[in-house]
């Protein structure tokens, strides 16, 4: 059973304690808060108004990104580190577009596979632009504080990724 298997797997998640669960294409009386956020990321990223992660991300050091994105760690607060590097992506990939499979949480957690597509028409990871459509995907942890994401922990398939465009 892969991943996304055993995540979507309701009874499996019921056993381990999962208040709310959302998987596309399964019905939900109401997603949790917690997949609420969720679907405010996407819609922030697909729009590309940026300005609306202040609604999804606490500000300051409300917010710690627990994941170094691309580069080394910086000074600047996490929430404008994760619009810049955003921005860095939608100018690599201007057709972005970001959607999820599976999304659950508890009362203060909540955790997604995102599914990143777009066209590469600049700069990204070291790679120059190669006109390729690529997918991939990212597994996100967000802990939830004051209705907003206070930490995030996450895994990207940069491996993936860059074997696409380098193929």
Same mark, same amino acid.
């Given at each position: 059973m892969n991943r996304r298997e055993l995540i979507a797997n309701a009874s499996l998640i019921t056993t381990v304690g999962i208040a709310g669960l959302l998987s596309k294409g399964?019905?939900?009386a109401a997603p949790a808060p917690? @997949?609420?956020?969720?679907?405010?990321?996407v819609e922030a990223i697909n729009s590309r108004e940026l300005s609306k992660l202040e609604q999804v991300y606490a500000a300051g050091s409300g917010y710690i990104n627990h994941q170094v994105l691309v580069?080394?760690?910086?000074a600047i607060p996490a929430r404008e580190e994760f619009k810049s590097y955003l921005a860095q992506r939608i100018k690599?990939?201007?057709d972005l577009n970001v959607s999820y499979d599976v999304a659950f949480a508890t009362d203060d957690m @909540?955790?997604?596979?995102?599914?990143w597509r777009g066209?590469?028409?600049?700069?990204?990871?070291g790679v120059a632009a190669t006109s390729k459509k690529v997918t991939w995907n990212s597994t996100d942890l967000f802990r939830i504080k004051n209705g907003?994401?206070?930490?995030?922990?996450g895994a990207v398939d940069l491996y993936g990724l860059e074997r696409q465009l380098r193929s």
């Amino acid at each position: 059973m892969n991943r996304r298997e055993l995540i979507a797997n309701a009874s499996l998640i019921t056993t381990v304690g999962i208040a709310g669960l959302l998987s596309k294409g399964t019905a939900s009386a109401a997603p949790a808060p917690g @997949v609420t956020l969720i679907d405010r990321l996407v819609e922030a990223i697909n729009s590309r108004e940026l300005s609306k992660l202040e609604q999804v991300y606490a500000a300051g050091s409300g917010y710690i990104n627990h994941q170094v994105l691309v580069g080394a760690p910086s000074a600047i607060p996490a929430r404008e580190e994760f619009k810049s590097y955003l921005a860095q992506r939608i100018k690599a990939f201007p057709d972005l577009n970001v959607s999820y499979d599976v999304a659950f949480a508890t009362d203060d957690m @909540v955790a997604a596979n995102l599914i990143w597509r777009g066209t590469q028409k600049g700069d990204y990871l070291g790679v120059a632009a190669t006109s390729k459509k690529v997918t991939w995907n990212s597994t996100d942890l967000f802990r939830i504080k004051n209705g907003l994401f206070s930490d995030h922990w996450g895994a990207v398939d940069l491996y993936g990724l860059e074997r696409q465009l380098r193929s």
